[in-house]
């Protein structure tokens, strides 16, 4: 199975050029044609946030125009300059966006590979967090993989890395986090 990134868009409103110098909507325009001619061609795209610069319908609008020439499906996930709720609005036929009602976490099971999406984001913040209840829904779907046998693998993928290192605080945060987040994902190794 082939699997497609991309990363950190960051779409802005009308098209306007991120920090007055990008234009991040042509990148993208050029991202999709390439992986479109890939070939073999990608089976799937993760798209990883910062899909948009500040979260408002008109960068989601603009966002989903680029990507429906995609020959592949496209799973999104938030970064911290996303709107969990207009992204929701703004693909509502993205059912998976759905599954978890506070985070955009969600497990893709109809592939060779088993895609977990684990949401990192905290609102305000630079850094991503993975909180007990998040870690919960993870440990929850890691323990599903033994009845399921059909999955040889599985993938994890964050919205951000839960990692801030440019305050002591945030280290301290990150590290517990992470530290707690490889006890669970270390349970269901093989």
């Keep these: 199975m082939l699997i497609a990134q991309i990363t950190d868009t960051h779409i802005t409103r009308d098209r306007k050029p991120a920090y007055n110098r990008v234009d991040t909507a ?8 390439h992986v ?16 948009v610069d500040e979260g408002s319908a008109n960068e989601y609008a603009i966002l989903r125009d680029i990507l429906a020439p995609l020959a592949m499906p496209v799973y999104l996930m938030p970064g911290n300059h996303d709107e969990r709720g207009a992204l929701r609005e703004g693909f509502p036929d993205h059912a998976y966006l759905t599954q ?18 684990l949401d990192t984001v905290t609102p305000g913040r630079s850094h991503g967090e993975l909180c007990a209840d ?3 829904w993870l440990a929850e779907r890691l323990a599903e993989s033994p009845n ?9 993928r964050l919205s951000r890395p839960a990692l801030a290192i440019w305050t002591r605080s945030a ?5 517990r986090s992470w530290a707690t987040s490889l006890q669970v994902t270390g349970r269901y190794s093989a």
Excluded: F, H, K
């Design 134 to 136: 998040r870690l919960g």
């Design 171 to 175: 280290c301290c945060r990150a590290r």
């Design 148 to 156: 399921v046998r059909r999955w040889s693998c599985c993938t994890i």
């Design 100 to 117: 978890s009602t506070d985070w955009i976490q969600y497990a893709i099971e109809e592939y060779p590979l088993r895609l977990l999406a």
């Design 26 to 33: 042509a990148y993208l325009e050029r991202a999709v044609a």
């Design 36 to 51: 479109n001619a890939l070939d073999p061609r990608p089976d799937i795209v993760v798209m990883t946030g910062d899909l």
